[in-house]
């Protein structure tokens, strides 16, 4: 099975590459300063394309992580992610890969435009990006990391009930729009953020590593190309 670790940085790499390759293509020349419209602008273009690999590998996940009520409903448990992939592609299709679509392109690029386009006012607020120090990213990393996911949350709640979902031909939810409205109705609206401070706490550290070392990784690069 994929380490979950392994698939994190991976997903992690690919929204990296994508974020800076659409900067770039919004500046005129390497040496004009990023502005917020451009980080947020990227962050939009890195979660959609982030969606091509993050659909598959969540609703692998999030249907191997769910495997308790298949044991109590005795419906089929799969013992690694492969043998889930299998299962799901030749009973469904490879399409089924990609059910929920709709909701993850919500939830990834809202929630990669709000990640660093947060991060990038915070460096601003606190001295700018020439004067901040290593600690300074990595406070304004956490705080960026916790504050997109307090936003987000409902949208990847909404996602996750999508991507949960095995009978994609008598699916439980119409649309992501329909899945929102029946939670509410049945469970009200406390269920939107069930589960919410967890996932606050551990986006603070994330945020604050993953942001400030390619910040830091970033400046090494570009001070060897300069060389």
């Given at each position: 099975?994929?380490?979950?670790?392994?698939?994190?940085?991976?997903?992690?790499?690919?929204?990296?590459?994508?974020?800076?390759?659409?900067?770039?293509?919004?500046?005129?020349?390497?040496?004009?300063?990023?502005?917020?419209?451009?980080?947020?602008?990227?962050?939009?273009v890195a979660g959609y394309m982030l969606c091509f690999i993050s659909n598959p590998m969540d609703r692998l996940k999030i249907i191997m992580q769910s495997q308790s009520s298949?044991?109590?409903?005795?419906?089929?448990?799969?013992?690694?992610?492969?043998?889930?992939?299998?299962?799901?592609?030749?009973?469904?299709?490879?399409?089924?890969?990609?059910?929920?679509?709709?909701?993850?392109?919500?939830?990834e690029t809202v929630g990669c435009a709000l990640w660093f386009g947060i991060y990038h006012a915070l460096k601003n607020t606190m001295g700018g990006e020439e004067d901040?120090?290593?600690?300074?990213?990595?406070?304004?990393?956490?705080?960026?990391?916790?504050?997109?996911?307090?936003?987000?949350?409902?949208?990847?709640?909404?996602?996750?009930?999508?991507?949960?979902?095995?009978?994609?031909?008598?699916?439980?939810?119409?649309?992501?729009i329909d899945c929102w409205r029946t939670s509410i109705r049945n469970e009200g609206y406390s269920w939107l953020y069930r589960g919410w401070r967890a996932t606050i706490i551990r986006g603070f550290p994330v945020g604050a590593i993953i942001l400030s070392m390619n910040d830091v990784l970033l400046g090494l690069t570009q001070d060897f190309v300069s060389e």
């Open positions: 099975m994929i380490s979950p670790i392994t698939g994190y940085w991976f997903s992690s790499a690919i929204c990296f590459s994508c974020y800076g390759a659409a900067l770039r293509f919004q500046k005129d020349s390497l040496d004009e300063k990023t502005t917020l419209r451009h980080t947020i602008v990227a962050g939009v298949l044991v109590k409903s005795n419906s089929e448990v799969y013992k690694n992610t492969l043998s889930c992939a299998r299962h799901i592609i030749t009973t469904e299709g490879p399409r089924s890969l990609f059910h929920g679509y709709t909701s993850n392109v919500a939830k901040m120090t290593i600690g300074s990213r990595v406070l304004a990393g956490g705080l960026a990391g916790s504050a997109s996911w307090s936003l987000i949350y409902p949208l990847d709640v909404v996602r996750s009930r999508m991507l949960k979902e095995q009978n994609i031909d008598k699916p439980a939810y119409t649309g992501m």
